[in-house]
């Protein structure tokens, strides 16, 4: 696995969805799992993320030597990003999914 290709990749999708609030609250919070266990199904940020299980991701969180500050600004991006979560927001939760799927399957690979 070729972590720093896979984390810089998020990054670029993170800028991506930089209009999108849920897309981006969901890959940001993929970044901070990943960055500590990359085994981690997108299928199941996703799922953690409908839960608002906070405990979760502060597990994730709290491992990395990261900015803490932006960690505190993903969890308010995160609370207001539940504004924007309608039925065609849910729609979409799956092909992130699998887009962050692809994007881990090619830092593995590549």
Known sequence: ???????????????????????????????QVWEIDWTVAPFDIVSHYLA????YFYRFMSMDKGDEAQEKQLLHDWIDSRDFLGKEEKNKLP???EE?????VKARNG
């Open 95 to 97: 092909a992130i999914a």
């Open 52 to 55: 608002f299980d906070v405990p």
């Open 1 to 31: 696995m070729k972590k720093e290709s896979l984390l810089q990749a998020l990054d670029t999708t993170i800028g991506k969805y930089k209009d999108q609030p849920v897309e981006r609250v969901v890959v940001s919070l993929t970044k």
């Open 100 to 104: 962050l799927n692809q994007l881990r």
